[in-house]
C-alpha cells in the first residue's frame, strides 16, 4: 500500500553542475525550486523526467542510457568534471524506487548491455509505474510543444515531454474544461472572447498554430499541470520557468492559481496528491507568492476560493547559489528570495 501523500525524494551527487550532495524531498503541496542561471534547476527538471520514465517492470539499463544521451548527451559527459562517477537516486516515502550510477569512463564489466549506466537499486512495483506514468513535467520546450499539439510543426518531443504532449493531445481531443479554465485569466482581461469552446469558437480553430498569441498558448501549455494537480494520483506534477510569454499579471495570476489547484489536491485527492514543483527566475512570480503565502492574493483573475491559500507551512523554497565552481543549496519553509534578486533590487 503506497502512502497518501507520500514523500517524493531526489538525491544527485556527482552530476551535471552538483559535485556535492543535494537531497530534494518534495513533501509539501508546493516547492518552489530558484536560483541563478547556471545553477542547475532546469537539470534537476530533467533528472526528473529521466528516471520517472524509466520507472517500469523490466529492468533496463539500456533504456536509462538512451534516455540520459537524449537528455545530456552522452552519459558520462554529465558526470561533474571533478569526479569519475555520479549517483542519482528517486525514493518515495523512503522506499528506494531506482539507483543509478553514471561513470565518466567504461566500466570493465560482463554485462553488456551498458559501459557507463549502472542501476544499483531498482523498484518496479505496479503502484509506482502507474503513479510514475501519470507524473507530468512542462519543460522550457513548452510552448512550441503546446503549438505543436495546437497543429504547428515540431520535429520530435524530447523524451522528458512525451508524458506533457500526450496529455495535452488527450486533453484537446475531448476539449477538457480546464483548457478554458486556464485561458480563463485571459478572458477575465478582455484579452479573450469567453466562449463555451475556443477550439470550436475560432479562437484557435482556423488559425495557424504559429500565429496564436504567445500568452494563450503558454497558459493552454500549464493544463497538464493543472489537470495532475486537480486529479492526484501521480509522483509529480511540475513546471519550467511559468512566467514564459506572460505579461506580469498574468505571471503573477497565473503562478497563484496553479499553488492553490496544489492545495486543493492536496487537501482533497483521496490518494497520492501530487506536489508541484516549480521553477522559476521571476521576481513577480516570487512576490506574487510571498503575498499569497502572507495575507492571500484577491483579484478577479484567481480562480480558485481563499480556503486553499497556501499558508507557510504548505510551501518551501529550494535555493541554488555558487560559491566559486561550487553549487551549494539551501532550503527554508514559506517564500524565500534568492541572493541574486536581493543583488538586483540593491542595484537599481
Known sequence: MIAVGGKLTLSVEGLGPFSEKLIMDLDTPLTVLVGDTGTGKSFLLRLFSVLLKNLRTTLDARALENDLTSEFGHPRFVVHEENEMGRVSLSYSNEMLIDVKVHSKPLVTSEAYSDFVEIEGWKGSQPYIELAERSVMAPDERI???????????????????????ILLDMRGKEHWLLEEMLMPMMEEGLLPRARSYFSKGIVAGYDARNISSAAVSLLSL????????????LLAAVDTVELHLSPLLQAAT???LARWA??????????PAPLLLVTHSS????????????GVKDKLVRLPDRY???????????????????????????????????YARFL
Open 263 to 272: 492545495k486543493k489536491g492536496w487537501l482533497e485527492c483521496e490518494e497520492n
Open 144 to 166: 512550441p510543444l503546446a503549438r505543436y499539439v495546437l497543429g504547428a510543426s515540431w520535429a520530435s518531443p524530447p523524451p522528458s515531454a512525451s508524458a506533457f504532449t500526450n
Open 255 to 257: 503562478a497563484v492559481n
Open 223 to 234: 493544463a497538464p499541470v493543472a489537470l495532475r494537480l486537480h486529479e492526484g494520483r501521480a
Open 309 to 343: 491559500r497556501l499558508t507557510e507551512d504548505d510551501v518551501k523554497t529550494v535555493i541554488l547559489y555558487r560559491e566559486g565552481r561550487v553549487v551549494k543549496w539551501d532550503v527554508g519553509k514559506g517564500i524565500i528570495p534568492p541572493r541574486y534578486l536581493r543583488e
Open 284 to 295: 513577480v512570480v516570487l512576490s506574487a507568492l510571498i503575498t499569497e503565502v502572507e495575507e
